[in-house]
């Protein structure tokens, strides 16, 4: 049974930092494309970040505009993911959420669609 178990979430003030931990089990993930998502009440499901190991340990990573330059994405191990976040804001708040694809990596991996497996999601607060 695949299971994907985020971490790490809570309150925290205005240009501090969290960091989220994304636990994947049920499977071998190593050539999954893992992402992380937030989505806030009333509105849709959207893009963090991203990423993948390639077999030379190089590896892709993307990020949506509104995170790039403090937002970090990592993979700890072939099963556990990361997401460093510095400089947080109110606009950060949220619920987030990891998943996985087994798809290769495209322009589509920010598409909710195209993820096969998602976590239970964890909250995040940010106070001003």
């Known amino acids: 049974q695949v299971q994907l178990v985020e971490s790490g979430g809570g309150l925290v003030q205005a240009g501090g930092s969290l960091r989220l931990s994304c636990a994947a089990s049920g499977r071998t993930f190593s050539s999954y494309v893992m992402g992380w998502f937030r989505q806030v009440p009333g509105k849709e499901r959207e893009f963090v970040a991203a990423t993948r190991w390639s077999s030379g340990k190089t590896y892709y990573a993307d990020y949506a505009d509104s995170v790039k330059g403090r937002f970090t994405i990592s993979r700890d191990n072939g099963d556990t993911v990361s997401l460093q976040m510095n400089s947080l804001n109110s606009e950060d708040t949220a619920v987030y959420y990891c998943?996985?694809?087994?798809?290769?990596?495209?322009?589509?991996?920010?598409?909710?669609?195209?993820?096969?497996?998602w976590g239970q999601g964890t909250q995040v607060t940010v106070s001003s």
């Open positions: 998943a996985a694809r087994r798809s290769s990596w495209s322009m589509t991996i920010g598409t909710v669609s195209t993820y096969d497996y």
